[in-house]
């Protein structure tokens, strides 16, 4: 079969009617970023990219070289296209303004513009995350709370992994498709179509290190994992932790698993440990997009009244089966409780 490119694959999804020229030109100018980005992160230590930048993200994080290149990347490469009203990122406290030399377009990107960056100093693959949203009628400057909408509404998402071979994940909403980034070309190439997750998985990715801390459901339900064939689950779990969520999440879409930021008593009072609108958000699209389950262990993610830019939110998601046992067990102990 003829190899499809992403450009090629735009055009259908347009012609299909599940997307318009302006989000067509977005994802292109994503993906562009995206080579870009690659490029620094494959260069590594011959680049001079790798270590601290030696200043704070909005978290209080420290920023690493390569997540200020990745960002500014994304924001240079987004800001002429006429397709943005604004863009929002996890390395800046407030949504960035398209400069009143560019035309203006009608969405709202955020990302995350190097995810797993604690992992790039050793080699490990790291990736972007990026969530797309229609910017509401009428409004010229948009502002964090036109950026607060639910993951419901938003009409793209995607990933791309830095890894052995650069890869991206992409949802309109129409299922979900991965491209391989064919290097010698400078295009990304369809790999699959209409990727599924299987609703069964023998595979889970927690942080294992935060065990005594989680809450009571959380540590029934890694606990029954972990007595494998002579627990009340009859069957032996294997783990697996990369500790970039994209590889992690990738692993996932490619054979099935389920993946856990939970929550925990150092991070309670954050309301959990990853980002809502710019990493929850996106990969629980794309992981429903393909047939697995995505909740904060109580509700579904998707579903989330946001309340601010960088809220945070526990994570559950992954083969459905797991999922919903999981979260069963924070509804039954919340219902013991209420
Ligand atoms: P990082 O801080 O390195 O960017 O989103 C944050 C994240 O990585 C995820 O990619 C990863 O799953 C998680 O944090 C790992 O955090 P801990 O090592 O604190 O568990």
Redesign the pocket.
């Known amino acids: 079969m003829k190899p499809i490119s992403l450009i090629q694959f735009l055009i259908e999804e347009r012609r299909a009617g599940h997307i318009n020229n302006e989000l067509s030109l977005l994802i292109e100018v994503v993906a562009r970023a995206c080579k870009r980005i690659a490029v620094a992160t494959n260069k590594g230590a011959l680049g001079g990219v790798l270590g601290n930048a030696g200043s704070d993200n909005v978290q209080g994080e420290a920023q690493k070289k390569l997540d200020v290149i990745s960002n500014e990347i994304l924001l240079e490469a987004n800001a002429w296209g006429g397709h943005l009203a604004a863009c929002a990122s996890e390395e800046m406290e407030d949504p960035q303004p398209i400069p009143d030399m560019y035309p203006k377009g009608n969405h709202l990107l955020l990302f995350d513009p190097l ?5 790039i100093d050793v080699n490990i693959s790291v990736g972007t995350i990026f969530s797309v949203l229609r910017c509401p009628d009428g409004v010229a400057e948009p502002k964090i709370e036109h950026f607060l909408q639910a993951g419901t509404t938003q009409l793209a998402a995607g990933y791309v992994v830095y890894g052995p071979a650069t890869l991206l994940v992409l949802t309109f909403g129409h299922g979900v498709h991965e491209f391989t980034l064919d290097r010698e070309v400078g295009s990304f190439i369809l790999s699959r179509r209409d990727i599924r997750i299987p609703e069964e998985t023998g595979e889970f990715a927690i ?1 294992m290190s935060n065990q005594r801390h989680w809450e009571a459901p959380m540590q029934r339900y890694i606990g029954e994992l972990l007595a494998g064939k002579d627990g009340p689950r009859g069957k032996d779990y294997n783990m697996r932790w990369v ?3 994209v590889a ?1 999440v990738h692993r996932i879409v490619t054979r099935g698993g389920v993946f856990f ?1 939970p929550l925990d008593a150092k991070i309670m009072a954050k309301g959990g ?2 980002r809502l609108m710019y ?1 929850a958000n996106p990969m629980a699209f794309i992981v429903e997009q393909a047939g697995g389950a995505a909740t904060t262990g109580r509700e579904r993610i998707m579903e989330i009244q946001p309340q601010g830019l960088h809220q945070r939110v526990p994570v559950f998601l992954g083969s459905r089966h797991e999922v919903e046992v999981a979260t069963h067990y924070h509804q039954l102990a919340d219902g013991a409780k209420a």
């Open positions: 995810d797993g960056s604690s992992n942080n500790a970039s969520m992690d930021y440990k990853l990493e």
